[in-house]
């Protein structure tokens, strides 16, 4: 069999296995996310594996790049990844992915020994100030509010009353000018009408 009739064999598998697992993520019909351990928990993490070309016959690609870890140090990372990357050595030539998730799940408390939640407040900042140094600048120009100047803060805090909050009725049309108009438009109009 063909790398691509693998592949397809496989996915169907994986899809029939793993149908109502919330736990698992097809991200596309070669990448698929699974999270090791239930949502809360300290020592829960996610792989992902993806497949090359040429998968099965060559290793998938395996990731923990995902912001589900943001938590889990890199050595520990490091250390989950290349005791995987034993077991694809392993599994060479066959469908894979199934068991590698499966493998995870078994030695979780093995993989997740050493591990000490790091900050996601310093990870975050720092996966950000990584990824995107130069667009950092140029986000806070367009978040730039429009200054006004004394006397328009003056005209609208004469407008608004404590709460800054308009008067009831600030819109309302002025009822006696109004009435006022009507008058004098129906005389008007009413001396232009033929007298019968």
């Known amino acids: ?26 991200l596309s019909p070669v990448s698929f996310q699974y ?3 239930e949502n809360g928990d300290p020592k829960a993490f996610l792989i992902e594996i993806s497949w090359t070309e040429t ?3 060559t290793p998938p ?10 938590t889990i140090s890199s050595d520990v990372k490091q250390s989950i990844l290349a005791k995987l990357q034993e077991a694809v050595e392993v599994h060479l030539g ?3 992915t199934y068991t590698l998730f499966e493998y ?10 050493n591990h000490h939640p790091v900050h996601s407040a310093t990870s975050i900042s720092n996966i950000i100030s990584a990824e995107t140094p130069n667009t950092a600048p140029s986000s806070k120009k367009k978040d730039k509010k429009e200054q006004l100047s004394k006397a328009q803060k003056r005209k609208l805090a004469d407008k608004t009353d404590h709460k800054g909050e308009l008067p009831r009725g600030w819109n309302w049309v002025d009822v006696v000018k109004h009435v ?5 438009s129906f005389t008007f109009f009413s001396s232009l009408a033929p007298q019968f």
Do not use: V
């Open 180 to 184: 006022s108009i009507f008058e004098i």
């Open 55 to 57: 998968y099965p016959q």
């Open 94 to 96: 066959t469908a894979m």
């Open 104 to 113: 995870a799940k078994d030695n979780k408390e093995q993989f997740m020994e």
């Open 61 to 70: 690609i395996i990731s923990m790049n995902a912001f589900f870890n943001n």
């Open 35 to 37: 999270r090791i351990g």
């Open 1 to 26: 069999m063909g790398a691509n009739e693998d592949q397809e064999m496989e996915l169907e598998a994986l899809r029939s296995i793993y149908e109502g697992d919330e736990s698992f993520r097809e």
